[in-house]
């Protein structure tokens, strides 16, 4: 591929700096982008050129990037609907929309989510965030959407970091069960559930399985259970907590904002 500047340098056009700027400048964005995966867009390009020293404008950088032909990947596709759980008595939203957190292990929320695979149909990923720094501290990938799957993903964290710890999910009968309630009483944690009908209750956490979706699993062809189940280790170890940065932390990511704090 043969840069504008040099196209214009062999036809005799004199190349302004401005343009030599523009060049050399796509080429760092390409850079970013596909380090990225493909996923970052002009704000997060952006934040990633200022770090390295190089404060660009977000139009600009969304112009070359037009220029390119280049965006960050935006794909929505169809989510199957959750099986209404039976209603139980006595569930506290304890959480209360508060997704501010001032230490770790404060506040935990966890969700499920349907993901398709090749050989196995849907299969269900359940995830636990922390509200401090939005790392996924909990996950687990499974065929069937039973208890088995949360208790799985929970067992991921510390035991010991769970005391006294708010853990927040919606009303799906994993979270509701007795044997769910009594696992969080031996940890000591305090549960909290969504209101009725208030999935806003509960959005980081949907948020967070919204953009796996979107990054990930919406932007190749259908894959096998074990091929998913790598690239969830990939994405959320690796990418998501390790790299992917976030407007909430600064423009830093997870890990980054914990070391920034110790």
């Not at 990939?234 to 932390?249: C, M, P």
Request: with cysteine; aromatic share 10%; hydrophobic share 30%.
């Amino acid at each position: 591929m043969v840069s504008r500047s040099s196209y214009y340098e062999k036809k005799g056009r004199k190349v302004s700096k401005r343009e030599r700027e523009n060049e050399e400048l796509k080429l760092e964005i390409r850079r970013i982008w596909e380090a990225s995966h493909k996923r970052y867009g002009s704000p997060k390009i952006r934040e990633e050129l200022k770090k390295e020293g190089k404060i660009i404008g977000e139009k600009r950088i969304q112009r070359l990037m037009r220029e390119e032909g280049i965006r960050s990947l935006v794909v929505k596709k169809y989510k199957p609907q959750q099986k209404k759980s039976e209603e139980v008595e006595g569930l506290k939203n304890e959480l209360n929309r508060n997704f501010e957190s001032e230490k770790l292990r404060e506040k935990i929320v966890g969700d499920i989510t349907y993901i398709k695979t090749k050989d196995k149909g849907w299969c269900y990923l359940a995830s636990y965030m922390d509200l401090f720094n939005r790392e996924i501290i909990g996950w687990d990938f499974s065929e069937k959407m039973e208890l088995e799957v949360v208790l799985n993903a929970l067992g991921k964290i510390s035991k010991k970091d769970l005391k006294g710890s708010i853990i927040h999910t919606d009303r799906g009968s994993q979270y509701t069960s007795l044997e769910y309630r009594k696992k969080l009483k031996e940890l000591k944690a305090v549960a909290s559930y969504s209101r009725k009908g208030n999935p806003y209750d509960n959005a980081c956490i949907e948020s967070f399985h919204s953009v796996l979706k979107k990054e990930l699993i919406y932007t190749q062809e259908l894959k096998s259970y074990d091929e998913i189940k790598l690239q969830l280790f990939e994405y959320i170890e690796s990418w998501y907590n390790g790299k992917r940065i976030q407007k909430r932390l600064g423009y830093l990511s997870p890990k980054e904002c914990l070391l920034k704090i110790s």
